[in-house]
């Protein structure tokens, strides 16, 4: 029987501890979901919808990377939605339901505008709308949401926080250090490359056949490679590390100290698999170096 080359063994071992990273919040949602007494309240309702928002698009990077092909190119727009959510509900956990309360009047508003949206096209105008027969006065706080949603020009805020990435790491970061990390790793990892593959940028179509190698890669053994150690390796460092600042800080503000404890074993299978690829592929021409801020 042929024994399978060491891409591939990576590759399995990889998706493993994704899978298990998928279950590990599968499990969190389960611990939050149970506790309620009656009915979720909406730090609840908002904290298990963004843990399994993450958790779907871990799952669709599992699909995308099922074989090696073209298909991993697509996860790296996944792969950026799912750290951002990671920080995000990290952000609300941190901040709790005064947060939580926020990004709830954000959708409501949000929703509301959509009913009908306006677009200049070059020369077109492009209208959509759906009817309904209701005003915005037919629901209890809508209006307070669409004002706080609105600046002094009568113009859409559209972020629905003030505070930029950054700030919100750092909010984390006030609860649990450990976790700001690994946030930080997830952003660090996939912000760059995924903003030009989404942008559509020929550096974006050019990272795709080359990464961080001396030029495109050339049949598909070079392709293999690249695909393993530079893309692969991209995604499951962003992913994983997002997941894991997102349960580490959600877990500790709610005593769930099982989850933590979980996610330093998983913690330590990701730098186990590191460190035996980093030796088979060594690359003296690479490197890295957290520093931290004084």
Known sequence: MEQPSKHEVYRDQGRTVLRLQCRALDALISDIATAYDIAPNDFDRVTIWMLQAIGVSANSILRLTEAVDMSIRDCFGIARSAA?????VSYIAAGGAELSDRAMRHL????????????????QRIVVERHLEAQVSDFPGLQDAIDEFTNRNGQEV???????????????????????????????????????LLHGSFYGVNYFWRGSFER????????????????????????????????????????LEGHRAHQAELGQLLA????????DEPSPDHSFTPEERL
């Not at 409501?108 to 200049?120: E, F, H």
């Not at 049949?219 to 992913?239: C, K, Q």
């Not at 186990?272 to 030796?279: H, V, Y």
């Open 158 to 196: 559209r972020d629905w926080t003030p505070d930029n990435i950054q700030k919100r790491i750092s909010l984390v970061g006030t609860k649990s250090k450990l976790a700001a990390e690994a946030l930080s790793g997830a952003i660090f990892t996939i912000y760059r490359p995924s903003s030009e």
């Open 108 to 123: 409501r508003q949000k929703r509301w505008r959509d009913l009908k949206r306006v677009a200049q096209m070059g020369d």
């Open 216 to 255: 495109p890669v050339l049949g598909h053994e070079e392709f293999e490679r690249l695909w393993t150690f530079d893309h692969f390796v991209t995604l499951l460092s962003s992913v994983f590390f997002g997941i894991r600042g997102a349960v580490e800080v959600v877990a500790l503000q709610r005593g």
């Open 84 to 88: 951002e959510t990671a920080v995000n």
């Open 272 to 279: 186990d698999l590191s460190r035996r690829m980093a030796e």
